[in-house]
């Protein structure tokens, strides 16, 4: 008796449910031809981020190597080098964030300095997810920098060749310190005869 008691009350807790759930379908809900935008704020980096995407060259930026030829197209197009053939060789890389060494904090490396037609940058994988685009360009032109034009790193309020990086510019200023690093403008260069190049 008492498992037949059971079920039954078990079956009842059943057909409760399905009424009540049943009886609040039937309610419909008041409709609106209203639509609702939700108020999207973007932050300086991301409206930073969209000019920088519209420019013909930097939009053009999906991959890493596609830093160097937009780097390459800039150098050769705007300010007349000729930087031929290159072995080319960036990769983010995690022995940077988890390396020992005293560069452990680098955002990233340029091995290839003073080594005619070779590019080598290692970026630090730590860092790199966080970047904005902005950001990632001032590294990669950074980086590019040593190992290109084989420029060592200066000291100024806002260059792209200081240590350590300057953090974000508007497309503007960028522009004008890339002109700046391309034109040698207040650069310091490597001794690529220092037996540390060699």
Not at 107 to 121: P, Q, R, T, W
């Amino acid at each position: 008796m008492k498992k037949y008691f059971n079920k039954i009350v078990i079956v009842s807790g059943i057909i409760t449910v399905i009424i009540t759930t049943r009886c609040s379908n039937d309610e419909t809900p008041a409709t609106s031809s209203e639509i609702v935008v939700p108020n999207i704020v973007k932050t300086e980096s991301q409206i930073r981020d969209e000019a920088y995407k519209a420019d013909p060259i930097y939009g053009n930026i999906k991959t890493l190597d596609d830093y160097w030829l937009a780097f390459k197209t800039i150098g050769e197009t705007q300010y007349g080098y000729d930087f031929g053939d290159q072995e080319v060789k960036i990769i983010t890389d995690l022995t940077i964030a988890n390396s020992d060494s005293n560069r452990d904090d680098a955002a990233g490396i340029a091995f290839g300095s003073c080594k005619e037609g070779v590019i080598d940058v290692a970026i630090n994988a730590d860092y790199w997810p966080e970047y904005s685009f902005n950001r990632r360009l001032i590294l990669m032109w950074h980086e590019l920098g040593h190992d290109v034009l084989n420029a060592a790193h200066i000291e100024g309020e806002r260059a792209i060749m200081n240590t350590p990086i300057p953090d974000e510019y508007d497309l503007d200023i960028f522009k004008k310190e890339e002109a700046e690093l391309f034109n040698g403008t207040d650069l310091n260069f490597f001794d690529c005869d220092d037996p540390y190049f060699n």
